[in-house]
């Protein structure tokens, strides 16, 4: 079967039973229109969230059948609920997307070797096992000069873009990504204020496993201790995304049994990537309350911001003398409201300047798998935001969730390095060291002991 099998376009599925009055609010007024990456791509009305919403209701009014043709219109979706954000009227487009997606998966509606692909990656994404055992003979090839030459040749292009757009991500590959490193219990230092489950994430382990160990020395220092269940899985929110809620629903309740076998009180269980953390607060209604958490899940960064950093860790921070765009992840700007939260950590850190893309609330083409099953809008999209980035003449782009943080660094290449802001604090307090900061920057040589932090943000 070749990748341009197309799929049997006689075929279709009915979609009843929408989300009571989940599009009724729509009043075709198209304020979601600028903010919808998928039409900024394709300037199809079909593919923005007004032209969905119109064939969900002639769908479920009989007068459009959900045939191949109306389904792919679905699949350029990214999912990142901007429109959500920008609707006037309240309409829910995230419950009617997240209730068609499962009608997507049925036979027939996608080409034999999309199935394929898909299915291929809900085998191996969340299950860190299998993709570092895929990942292995890839150690003598990713981030080395083979690599280069092998792109600079074309030789990634021979077998599709789906494998080009996966080979293109791919970033150098560490001993780290083998295995955790991390212990188990991690105590915390300084006066004690807490204790906190960490969830380490199957993509973020394998190809970032900076951002865990950052994240975990960050909430030490400020006083928590860290516990980190080794038997730990996937959250499922790759799954999710695509719609596939049986195995959602069942790398979910592992994930609620590992971290509920952890003895002792939890204040929190936390999360450093953003796509886990929108889809681990969805627990309850995925799990239809057959399985929830004892402690509440929170994005690290909103626990850090509402508990506050210690005295002891606010001492600690040296300046970092970077410029610094924050890039806010759909699943947190517009799945979990967070917006203040990491910018306010970030500003904690002497030297350290912010500034703000002009596109902030737009999708960067990454979003779950879609990067690696819609390759062309998702390329587009990675250039659209990595140009907004660069604009802001920024050294550095903070960003909070692992498959933003691989689609900014292909895209952006050298313009500007990519790191997690729990990596910029980490780095800041003398707890981890941070590669790629520009010439120059770094962590300050000034005299930092026994100063307080206010005189060394003070103008002279
Ligand atoms: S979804 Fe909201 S913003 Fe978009 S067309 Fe409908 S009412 Fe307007
Ligand atoms: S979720 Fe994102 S890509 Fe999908 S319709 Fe809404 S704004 Fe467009």
């Known amino acids: 079967m070749t990748q341009s099998s197309r799929p049997d376009q006689s075929v279709s599925v009915n979609l009843p039973g929408l989300p009571a009055g989940a599009a009724d609010p729509c009043v075709h007024c198209g304020f979601c229109l600028p903010t919808c990456a998928s039409y900024r791509v394709l300037a199809s009305e ?3 969230p007004r032209g969905r919403i119109h064939a969900l209701r002639a769908i479920e009014a009989g007068e459009l059948e959900l045939d191949a043709s109306v389904a792919s219109h679905f699949d350029t979706c990214l999912g990142c609920f901007a429109c959500v954000s920008a609707c006037p009227s309240g309409v829910r487009y995230d419950q009617l997307i997240e209730h068609t997606r499962p009608k997507l998966i049925d036979a027939g509606q996608r080409s034999p070797w999309d199935v394929a692909f898909r299915r291929l990656l809900l085998q191996v994404l969340p299950y860190p096992s299998r993709l570092r055992t895929l990942l292995q003979p890839l150690r003598i090839y990713a981030g080395t000069p083979v690599q280069a030459l092998a792109r600079r040749a074309g030789l990634t292009r021979l077998f599709g873009p789906q494998i080009e757009a996966m080979e293109r991500l791919l970033p ?34 394998c190809f970032d496993p900076a951002v865990s160990k950052a994240t975990v020395a960050v909430l030490q220092a400020n006083g928590f201790e860290v516990v980190l269940p080794p038997d730990q899985g996937c959250c499922g929110a790759v799954s999710h995304h695509q719609g596939e809620l049986e195995l959602t629903r069942q790398l979910a309740s592992d994930l609620v049994r590992s971290f509920n076998a952890i003895e002792g009180d939890l204040d929190a269980v936390l999360v450093a990537a953003s796509g886990c953390g929108h889809t681990m607060k969805a627990y309850g209604e995925l799990l239809m309350g057959d399985a929830s958490f004892r402690a509440p899940v929170l994005d690290v960064h909103e626990f850090l911001a509402e508990r506050g950093l210690s005295e002891h860790f606010l001492r600690r ?53 879609y990067n690696l099953v819609q390759p062309q809008e998702a390329a587009e999209l990675g250039r659209i935001k ?33 790191h997690h802001p729990m990596e910029l604090l980490a780095a800041s307090a003398g707890l981890h060291p941070l590669p790629g900061l520009p010439q120059g920057a770094g962590i300050a040589e000034v005299a930092r002991k026994g100063e307080d932090r206010q005189l060394l943000q003070r103008p002279t």
Do not use: W
């Open 172 to 205: 150098p590959l560490a001993a780290d990504s083998y295995r955790d490193h991390l212990p188990q219990l991690n105590p915390a230092t300084g006066e004690r204020r807490g204790r906190v489950a960490l969830l380490l994430g199957c993509v973020q382990r």
């Open 46 to 48: 079909m593919d923005s």
């Open 386 to 418: 990595a140009d907004d980035l660069s604009s802001t003449g920024a050294d550095l782009v903070a960003s909070a969730n692992i498959g933003c943080t691989l689609q900014l660094r292909q895209h952006l290449g050298t313009r500007a390095s990519v």
């Open 317 to 369: 921070l040296q300046p970092l003398e970077i410029t610094v765009a924050f890039h806010d992840a759909c699943h947190m700007i517009h799945g979990q409201r967070i917006k203040a939260q990491p910018r306010d950590l970030l500003h904690n850190i002497p030297a350290l300047q912010l500034r703000e893309a002009t596109e902030a609330g737009v999708c960067c083409g990454s979003a779950g798998i």
